[in-house]
């Protein structure tokens, strides 16, 4: 879809309850695109999907072997939301994404200058998974954002009460990266998640073994917060991280010169657990933080009164 200059919306969907597929592609073997979307300047949004209540899937991609990109999105500057999505009450998943093998990106989002959000997800009550992806192996990248400078958030989840998973990624053996992050310089947060009152992970993430990475942030000089967590009262997990055998790092951070806090966590009162790491037999560093010169704060943890650990 190439849109001219001034269009409203590049794709939208609004179908009626009951649909069971608001969006489904199954394109053949060695498909460069299984969608593709590069919109005029000015275009309000790349791709807006307000699917009805009972809407199985939101977007459901299932791209054949050899496919480049299953999703990739190249929104021309000034576009308001490269990828928005909200879904209604009792959708399944707002997002799920499921490459065939030697998929290069499950997911790619490279947005122009000013983009205000690279991926925004605000999926209604009930909704069971915010964002879910499961890559096939040899997967390049499970999740790869590169937003351009002045993005306000490269990555920004605020899911409803009651969400299962802010952001869940099992990736398959052989993945190299299950998250990586690489902001520009100026943005604000390089990872914000805000999860509702009753969510049971505000971040899990379960990486096959042989994973590279099983997290790790790359900010710029000038980024405000290179990890924050703010989740709700009642969480049960501010950041779980259970890595198989073999996993070089659980978490590392190596934020760049002037950084405020390379990891800071402020949990809400009665959350059982501010920051627990399980990793597996076998893995170099639980916990590795390399801060450059100028870092105010390494590790800073604040919890309120009541939390376990």
Same mark, same amino acid.
Request: hydrophobic content about 40%; overall charge positive; charged content about 10%.
């Given at each position: 879809?190439?849109?001219?200059?001034?269009?409203?919306?590049? &794709?939208?969907?609004?179908?009626?309850?009951?649909?069971?597929?608001?969006?489904? #592609?199954?394109?053949? $073997?060695?498909?460069?695109?299984?969608?593709?979307?590069?919109?005029?300047?000015?275009?309000?949004?790349?791709?807006?999907?307000?699917?009805?209540?009972?809407?199985?899937?939101?977007?459901? +991609?299932?791209?054949?072997?050899?496919?480049?990109?299953?999703?990739?999105?190249?929104?021309?500057?000034?576009?308001?939301?490269?990828?928005?999505?909200?879904?209604?009450?009792?959708?399944?998943?707002?997002?799920?994404?499921? @490459? *065939?093998?030697?998929?290069?990106?499950?997911?790619? #989002?490279? /947005?122009?200058?000013?983009?205000?959000?690279?991926?925004? +997800?605000? @999926?209604?009550?009930?909704?069971?998974?915010?964002?879910? +992806?499961? @890559?096939?192996?040899?997967?390049?990248?499970?999740?790869? #954002?590169?937003?351009?400078?002045?993005?306000?958030?490269?990555?920004?989840?605020?899911?409803? !009460?009651?969400?299962?998973?802010?952001?869940?990624?099992?990736?398959?053996?052989?993945?190299?990266?299950?998250?990586?992050?690489? %902001?520009?310089?100026?943005?604000?947060?390089?990872?914000?998640?805000?999860?509702?009152?009753?969510?049971?992970?505000?971040?899990?993430?379960? %990486?096959? $073994?042989?994973?590279?990475?099983?997290?790790? +942030?790359? @900010?710029?000089?000038?980024?405000?917060?290179?990890?924050?967590?703010?989740?709700?009262?009642?969480?049960?997990?501010?950041?779980?991280?259970?890595?198989?055998?073999?996993?070089?790092?659980?978490?590392?951070?190596?934020?760049?010169?002037?950084?405020?806090?390379? &990891?800071? =966590?402020? /949990?809400?009162?009665?959350?059982?657990?501010?920051?627990?790491?399980?990793?597996?037999?076998?893995?170099?560093? !639980?916990?590795?933080?390399?801060? *450059?010169?100028?870092?105010?704060?390494? &590790?800073?943890?604040?919890? =309120?009164?009541?939390?376990?650990?």
């Amino acid at each position: 879809i190439q849109p001219s200059a001034g269009t409203v919306h590049a &794709l939208k969907i609004q179908p009626s309850a009951g649909t069971v597929h608001a969006l489904k #592609i199954q394109p053949s $073997a060695g498909t460069v695109h299984a969608l593709k979307i590069q919109p005029s300047a000015g275009t309000v949004n790349a791709l807006k999907i307000q699917p009805s209540a009972g809407t199985v899937h939101a977007l459901k +991609i299932q791209p054949s072997a050899g496919t480049v990109h299953a999703l990739k999105i190249q929104p021309s500057a000034g576009t308001v939301h490269a990828l928005k999505i909200q879904p209604s009450a009792g959708t399944v998943h707002a997002l799920k994404i499921q @490459p *065939s093998a030697g998929t290069v990106h499950a997911l790619k #989002i490279q /947005p122009s200058a000013g983009t205000v959000h690279a991926l925004k +997800i605000q @999926p209604s009550a009930g909704t069971v998974h915010a964002l879910k +992806i499961q @890559p096939s192996a040899g997967t390049v990248n499970a999740l790869k #954002i590169q937003p351009s400078a002045g993005t306000v958030h490269a990555l920004k989840i605020q899911p409803s !009460a009651g969400t299962v998973h802010a952001l869940k990624i099992q990736p398959s053996a052989g993945t190299v990266h299950a998250l990586k992050i690489q %902001p520009s310089v100026g943005t604000v947060h390089a990872l914000k998640i805000q999860p509702g009152g009753g969510t049971v992970h505000a971040l899990k993430i379960q %990486p096959s $073994a042989g994973t590279v990475h099983a997290l790790k +942030i790359q @900010p710029s000089a000038g980024t405000v917060h290179a990890l924050k967590i703010q989740p709700s009262a009642g969480t049960v997990h501010a950041l779980k991280i259970q890595p198989s055998a073999g996993t070089v790092h659980a978490l590392k951070i190596q934020p760049s010169a002037g950084t405020v806090h390379a &990891l800071k =966590i402020r /949990p809400s009162a009665g959350t059982v657990h501010a920051l627990k790491i399980q990793p597996s037999a076998g893995t170099v560093n !639980a916990l590795k933080i390399q801060p *450059s010169a100028g870092t105010v704060h390494a &590790l800073k943890i604040q919890p =309120i009164e009541g939390t376990v650990h």
